[in-house]
């Protein structure tokens, strides 16, 4: 007797590694983020769409309170902000990291406690010191010195303003090179190397109304080695240590800035934050017990690595075409929602939600929709090869400077997010409609 043994094609299970922790898989082929089916998300609020989880944004603002519980956390707004975003944020015990008038404003109005701000900018404009300084925000990171007279003479000679100073350390790190800003030449930050840093912060201390609380450096973004990090806090221990000498100076705040480099597809190496936690906690310790300083506070600001993760772009498949040696799935959104693809050169994988198919897989080139050669989300993919006009794709990492950079090309109008707590989904920001373009188009 016989056993006859159906053929089966070994279930691989899906590499969730770069989706977020609440992650399910309900069904064959269905995904499900914060207890919400994400093919649910996309029939509800129609596509593109963002979607943002909740619980995983707090998680992280947690790991950051908990891997550095004797510093400031603040959170890069500039990686995307909303109303809830600043709710979330605030609730989890961090300050807010911002540069412009506009997050600053939508921040404060909404509850954030203004002295937890930190306001950046290497070219602020009148109006952004003005909110700033009407609003009482915590501190103003000088970048030019320009800014020391303009600013002093807005806080009046009877007013007071805490600022840093945002230093160039001279150091290459960052995932490409338009992210790179703590090398020299770039258009951030006063160098230590030309003396611009010192000669600025001399200038501030004759500045009564200023009181210089720290200095700041921000090496670039998607930094994944800890060493970056190491040379960043030796380098700026020893522009304290001259100060020290020159004026008498002790700064209680040392500011490195963010960067913390995250994985977009699975196996891609991110930072290890607790190891950059020790390492940086005892190369301060070493280096500040070296020079006679006391150890400054830290501050940090993370922005990708916050709500990078958290979030997941939902598409639609418009067309699918086999030219030359590729197959192109073309998708209703692309770099007006994500221009990181054509600005960085970055690529995503994306997957088949909302059906099962049991098609192999086949290699592909998802693009976007609108009209540029370089409008690609993920070269050489692979997605099954029966995917088709209708099926809907998820691109996981999708939180951080994707909405927050989109534009209005071609007038699609920026998507919508929408949050999932819990197995509820709710709208944070909702789509832009023609209205709302031609709202703004009021001359003929
Ligand atoms: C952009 C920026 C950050 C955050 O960078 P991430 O790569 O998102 O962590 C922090 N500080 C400053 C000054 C920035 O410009």
Known sequence: MTTVHEPTTPVTPPDLSVWPASTTEPGPGDLAVGGVPLAEVADRFGTPVYVLDEAEVRDRCRTYRDAFPDAEVLYAAKAFLCRAMAHWTDDEGLGLDVCSAGELEL???????????????????????????????????????SEIARLAAAVGPDGHQKVMVRVV?????????????GTDDQQFGLSIADGYAQHAIARILDQPQLELTGLHCHLGSQITSVKSYLAAVRRMVGLMSRLHEQHGLALPELDLGG??????????????????????????ADACTAAGLPVPRLIIEPGR??????????????SVKRTGHHVFVA??????????PALYGVRYAPRLIGRHSTATPAPVTVVGRHCEAGDILAADVELPADTRPGDLLAVPVA??????????????????????RDGIARILVRRESL???????VGL
């Open 107 to 145: 921040a404060v109005t909404t509850g954030f406690p203004a002295e937890r701000i930190v306001l950046h900018g290497n070219a602020k404009s009148p109006r952004d010191l003005e909110t700033a300084l009407r609003l009482g925000v915590g501190r103003i990171v000088i970048d030019s010195p």
């Open 169 to 181: 350390p001279g150091i290459s790190a960052g995932g490409h090179d338009k992210i790179r800003t």
């Open 259 to 284: 960067g913390h480099g995250i994985a977009y597809r699975p196996g891609e190496e991110a930072l290890d934050l607790t190891a950059l936690a020790r390492k940086v906690r005892t190369e301060l």
């Open 305 to 318: 690595a916050i709500v990078g993760p958290a979030g997941i772009a939902l598409y639609r498949v418009l």
């Open 331 to 340: 998708v209703d959104g692309g770099m007006g929602d994500n221009p990181r």
């Open 399 to 420: 939180g951080a400077y994707h909405l927050s950079m989109a534009s209005g090309y071609n007038l699609v109008g920026r998507p919508p997010v929408a949050a999932v």
């Open 435 to 441: 209205e709302d373009i031609r709202g703004r188009d």
